[in-house]
């Protein structure tokens, strides 16, 4: 039992004035994915068949690897909680059969339980070395801890198990965070050239993390063309969104922003970005509803102790000018994950907050692993000349 | 809670319930909040209708769009499934759970089902066991963020399928350590507030010094308890009065009157005001001082379960440290009484409490800062 201030105040942040009765039975209380639709059919039925053998493996998988992409497509965290309820006969084992076990890290790292997520791919890959989705995905958490020696191994062991493209593209991430960065854009550029016809989703992956490295040597133009060529295949992927959003923003081409994420609002991290862009335009009454309505989803994620999105809401501390409540949160995303929107995060919130010591962390991280990005380098200089 | 916050909070609502269409994608929650009375607990349970519907289906056409009249024949189901995850005991035994009417309202993610149902449980409820299983088995991430209250206290807790069973105490308010807050409150206050400590010394000074046949120990220690009781009286009256909102003094004047009331009670010292009647002028100011505890005591909040308790409590606090003050006065006064020292500190130390009461009160009065803190 927690007798939480924090908490309470939180809850009353959420619970609202006063619960009414509709005064007409034909009134649309809530919109619901429609029963007709492809999809949710599918997923109906497997879900069925499943209830008929729970203890199926295959068949479990089967819907539990439809519900994470669903999860992912709709960027909607519920379907991972009915991915992980698939898996409920093998979950509380300490070693599921090498399906289950992949599918539970890849449920585990989506809420950054990356520890546990760790365990299980290097329980996967003792059982199955071979396992291409292991290594990738094993490769993926490590990049982001900023485990960079650790996860050009695990990419190297890709180039004998799957594609070159993806062995070329999990190398070249690692690579453009260490000290190569032109040469590992270039490598990646050529390599996506010559591959020829390639599956839209894997394209639309290659193609942002070409445009993110461009924009990061502050290559707009390059940044732009490949932004523009990923969303051509992919309009709706929420990541490749929030990418080109920051990218635009940091272009302080607002108003592109917000045409962009227009229907997109049903997303914290877009919405965020459309807030972000309504501050450079300057439209208080547009950014205070949107500010609003921002801090109740944080505040109903902080009620339920998520702390998946500490990244966005260190932001959105920032864009309320909160810089000590900012910094504290993007301190706390650092000790989780180390990408490049997490140090320029983290740099952004130092110097609002005036603390040049504070960033000496990250200022020493890249340093270490001579890691070259234009926005962070100017955050830098000024934190440098403020003192 | 501040009214402030509360009303940030509610405009915060307003402006994302009402009028933002769109809806969040977050993890499903339900919230649920109990409050107990004795052996009978009520409750209430806002459950999203979109995870009902994935549970055990609520539109009936499929077409997607859900409307209060498919929601509301289903309301039989969704009180039996829901009230059939949740269990709630006591120590003697299970409570039985009887559904009441279900609302509608809103979450960041959208539309809820609002539960209303009652519980009686076999004795008075002093701890809760509350066995957590909703969309346990459809949504393992799901989780159920309780708030319980009892008597004005309030606790929280969350429970998933790792934490479906909790018992929470539904302890009685600590009145003993509120008491202890409010006696420490009441002597901290005497001691941090010099204006209160000058006032009364500058009335003690001559205690030491009365004319025959009151110039010995017991004619001074009679003299201070006069003055000292006259003082207690009057701001115990004025403080009590305050605290019920019976009167009310704009915080301006009050503190005004209190920084006059010193000046008045330093220059008596160098020019006689009061002559024989100390006491009497204890009694009036008195009247002014209480009202600047009271303040204080606004400031703590009173809990309303004990009102008059807790008033007596700071009064005790507040007389326990005037007690020392006097305790410490009284004995080095008489001893030190005939020394060229103490005429010395009568004199000037009287003058050097008028002028800087004198201060205060221009500060005060006309809010503007003569002396750095």
Redesign the interface.
């Given at each position: 039992?927690?007798?939480?201030w924090f908490?309470?105040?939180l809850?009353?942040?959420?619970?609202?004035?006063?619960?009414?009765?509709?005064s007409?039975?034909?009134?649309?209380?809530?919109?619901?994915?429609?029963?007709?639709?492809p999809v949710q059919q599918e997923l109906r039925r497997l879900r069925a068949q499943l209830n008929a053998q729970p203890n199926d493996v295959a068949l479990a998988t089967t819907l539990a690897q439809r519900y994470i992409a669903l999860g992912r497509s709709?960027?909607?965290?519920?379907y991972?909680?009915?991915a992980?309820?698939a898996l409920?006969p093998w979950?509380p084992q300490a070693a599921p059969p090498p399906a289950v076990r992949l599918l539970r890290a890849t449920l585990l790292q989506s809420?950054h339980q990356f520890p546990a997520a760790l365990a299980d791919l290097q329980g996967v890959l003792a059982v199955e070395p071979n396992n291409a989705q292991a290594w990738l995905t094993l490769a993926t958490v490590q990049t982001v801890q900023g485990d960079y020696a650790n996860a050009t191994a695990s990419c190297a062991r890709l180039s004998s198990l799957s594609t070159e493209l993806i062995t070329v593209t999990c190398i070249a991430q690692v690579g453009a965070l260490t000290g190569r960065a032109q040469a590992s854009e270039n490598l990646l550029a050529l390599t996506l050239e010559r591959s020829g016809a390639t599956a839209p989703e894997l394209r639309v992956w290659v193609l942002t993390s070409l445009a993110e490295m461009a924009q990061r040597r502050d290559a707009a133009t390059v940044a732009e063309a490949r932004f523009q060529q990923a969303l051509a295949l992919s309009p709706n992927d929420s990541y490749l969104l929030g990418a080109y959003a920051d990218f635009l923003l940091e272009q302080k081409r607002p108003s592109r922003v917000a045409a962009l994420l227009a229907d997109q609002?049903?997303?914290?991290a877009l919405?965020l970005r459309r807030a972000l862009a309504l501050q450079q335009q300057g439209h208080t009454t547009a950014l205070?509803?949107d500010v609003?309505?921002l801090?109740?989803?944080f505040d109903?994620?902080m009620?339920?102790?998520?702390t998946v999105h500490q990244r966005e809401q260190a932001r959105f501390e920032l864009l309320r000018r909160n810089p000590a409540s900012a910094l504290t949160l993007a301190r706390k995303n650092w000790a989780v994950q180390k990408e490049p929107a997490d140090i320029r995060l983290y740099l952004e919130a130092a110097l609002q907050a005036g603390e040049r010591d504070a960033a000496q962390p990250v200022v020493n991280w890249m340093a270490t692993h001579k890691l070259e990005d234009a926005t962070a380098t100017r955050l830098i200089r000024q934190l440098e000349q403020r003192t | 809670m501040t009214a402030r916050s509360l009303l940030r909070c509610l405009l915060m609502l307003w402006l994302c319930g009402t009028w933002h269409v769109a809806q969040a994608h977050k993890p499903s929650d339900s919230y649920l909040a109990l409050d107990v009375q004795g052996a009978q607990v009520t409750g209430q349970w806002d459950i999203a209708l979109r995870d009902l519907d994935f549970a055990i289906g609520l539109d009936q056409d499929g077409d997607g769009k859900l409307t209060w009249d498919e929601i509301r024949a289903r309301h039989a189901a969704i009180a039996a499934y829901a009230l059939d995850h949740l269990a709630l005991a006591t120590a003697h035994g299970p409570c039985t759970v009887q559904a009441g009417e279900q609302l509608i309202d809103h979450h960041t993610d959208g539309a809820y089902s609002v539960l209303r149902f009652a519980a009686t449980c076999p004795a008075a409820v002093t701890t809760l066991d509350i066995g957590y299983r909703l969309f346990a088995d459809v949504d393992p991430q799901h989780k159920g963020l309780l708030r319980l209250t009892h008597d004005g206290n309030t606790s929280t807790a969350i429970f998933d399928p790792q934490h479906a069973r909790q018992t929470l105490a539904v302890a009685a308010p600590d009145r003993w350590r509120q008491f202890a807050t409010y006696v420490k409150e009441g002597v901290w206050h005497i001691w941090i507030g010099y204006d209160h400590i000058l006032f009364l010394l500058s009335l003690l000074l001559p205690a030491v010094l009365l004319a025959p046949p009151a110039n010995n120990l017991r004619g001074a220690f009679l003299d201070v308890l006069k003055v000292v009781t006259a003082f207690t009286l009057a701001h115990s009256l004025t403080l009590t009065l305050a605290s019920l909102s019976l009167i009310a003094l704009p915080s301006r004047v009050v503190e005004s009157a209190i920084a006059a009331s010193v000046v008045l009670a330093a220059v008596n010292n160098l020019y006689p005001l009061f002559r024989g009647r100390r006491p009497v002028a204890a009694f009036v100011f008195g009247l002014i001082h209480g009202f600047g505890f009271a303040s204080v005591l606004g400031d703590l909040g009173l809990p309303q379960g004990a009102l008059v308790a807790s008033l007596l409590v700071f009064n005790l606090g507040v007389e326990l440290g005037q007690l020392c003050i006097v305790a410490v006065f009284l004995p080095l006064a008489y001893l030190l009484r005939y020394t060229r020292f103490y005429r010395a500190l009568l004199v000037g130390g009287s003058a050097l409490i008028a002028l800087l009461a004198l201060v205060w009160l221009v500060e005060r009065a006309f809010d503007v800062q003569l002396l750095r803190a």
């Open positions: 039992m927690k007798n939480n908490l309470l105040v809850l009353c942040a959420t619970a609202h004035a006063a619960p009414y009765l509709p007409n039975g034909r009134q649309v209380i809530e919109t619901l994915p429609r029963r007709g639709d709709e960027t909607d965290p519920r991972l909680g009915y992980q309820a409920a979950w809420t609002t049903r997303i914290d919405l205070a509803a609003a309505e801090a109740a989803r109903a994620a009620l339920r102790g998520d | -």
